[in-house]
């Protein structure tokens, strides 16, 4: 139903579905020459797709997800890969207000992100510099650096008992401490 312009599929996990049923998601791919990126939306299943929102010629590399946040009825676009390419924006269903959260650095660079009411908790995502988790204050903007992770953060889960995944991988680079994946579980982030 659609042909992406700068990739041939998406990051696994990389796509929102909000309780509307809309559904969202970005292009990934290398894009070397930082062609503009799109992101889609779908009203109707995936039949047909709109974009509902692009980042301008050499703005990002790419997409690394469109994720729903139920607590305020929004979607947080993760972007990367290289300084000021690291992008956290936050927009209504429509894309017409769009938030941008920090500085573009690897701090920003992020695939995995969790809500809960009060706080957003991403994890980066860099093989440039060492890993952390990283929390916004929902209530003041304040974001507050935390634990440190041995490689870059790519996917994650939330379970319905209450517990949380994060997946390390590894890369080249120094940002990667470790020479094995891990699986992490936590129950209180």
């Known amino acids: 139903t659609l042909k992406l312009n700068n990739c ?25 020459d930082r062609q503009k ?19 301008e010629s050499k703005e990002v590399r790419h997409v ?6 139920k607590f305020t009825n929004t979607i947080w676009t993760l972007t990367g890969d290289f300084d000021r390419e690291n ?3 936050v927009s209504d269903l429509n894309f017409d207000k769009n938030k941008f959260i920090g500085d573009g650095s690897q701090k920003y660079r992020a695939v995995s992100i969790f809500f809960q009411k009060d706080k957003v908790h991403w994890f980066m995502d860099s093989q440039l510099e060492k890993n952390y988790q990283f929390t ?3 209530k003041n903007g304040e974001i507050q650096k935390n634990n440190m992770f041995n490689a870059p953060v790519w996917y994650s889960k ?5 517990y949380f995944l994060i997946a390390t991988t590894v890369e080249k680079g120094k940002g990667v401490i470790e020479k094995s994946a891990n699986l992490l579980i936590s129950n209180d982030l």
């Open 87 to 89: 992008k956290i924006m």
């Open 158 to 162: 939330s379970l319905e008992d209450g």
């Open 136 to 138: 916004y204050d929902r």
């Open 8 to 32: 041939k599929n998406i990051l696994n996990q990389s796509m929102a579905i909000t309780d509307c049923g809309l559904i969202f998601f970005g292009e990934y791919g290398n894009n070397i």
């Open 37 to 55: 990126v799109n992101i889609y939306r779908s009203k109707n299943n995936g039949l047909d797709w709109d974009v509902v929102y692009s980042f």
């Open 64 to 69: 690394h997800g469109c994720h729903y946040d």
